[in-house]
């Protein structure tokens, strides 16, 4: 009987968190589909090289949450926007909150097109690798924001100027300009906070 509960209460929660992966698919997802497509339940971003940062964005807005995924990367430099804005829609490019996902900058909190590295407080050279499937949370909770990175809290920062820090916004992954690349993303989900 308990165990039944437990696997209702399990199924209850998982209804309520937003697929914004299906697993199948880019439905509910805007970005250039010569760059993204789905292999086996795994988002794949590849380039021959190009020379601005692109991105696969949701289609919906989100406020606070904790966003989990699954990140591989095999080269160069990524990360996964929140909270973020759309300010070239022909060429899929954003601005706001990242968490990075880079050699040397693992789960560390960036802001695109904005005021860059915020919050740099710790050396996360081995908290990840390249070519590894990496773990990571981000938490966005009101001016709170916390990401963890292979179990390891990389940011626990607290947005101080509410005209710089956006409150919400869409999350995108990110294509990074410059030589080849690839990264793959898998398990992505969604629980969304209650506003305060």
Do not use: C
């Not at 289609?59 to 989990?68: A, G, H, I, P, Q």
């Not at 996360?124 to 966005?140: C, F, G, L």
């Amino acid at each position: 009987m308990f165990s039944a509960l437990l696997l209702l209460v399990s199924n209850i929660a998982l209804a309520d968190m937003p697929a914004i992966f299906n697993g199948k698919d880019l439905q509910g997802w805007v970005g250039n589909k010569d760059f993204w497509k789905v292999e086996d339940g795994v988002i794949v971003g590849t380039t021959p090289g190009i020379n601005y940062n692109t991105f696969l964005f949701t289609d919906k807005e989100y406020s606070n949450f904790v966003l989990k995924f699954k990140v591989r990367l095999a080269n160069h430099n990524s990360g996964v926007q929140f909270r973020s804005e759309v300010v070239d829609p022909k060429m899929y490019v954003m601005a706001g909150y990242q968490a990075d996902i880079a050699p040397n900058y693992w789960g560390l909190l960036y802001e695109e097109k904005k005021r860059g590295m915020i919050d740099f407080k710790m050396d996360t050279k081995k908290v990840a690798d390249v070519n590894q499937w990496i773990d990571m949370e981000v938490r966005a909770d009101g001016p709170n924001i916390t990401i963890t990175t292979n179990g390891t809290k990389t940011v626990q920062y607290v947005e101080k100027n509410p005209k710089a820090g956006a409150t919400t916004g869409k999350i995108g992954l990110q294509l990074h300009g410059g030589p080849a690349m690839k990264v793959e993303f898998k398990d992505i989900t969604l629980e969304e906070l209650p506003t305060k």
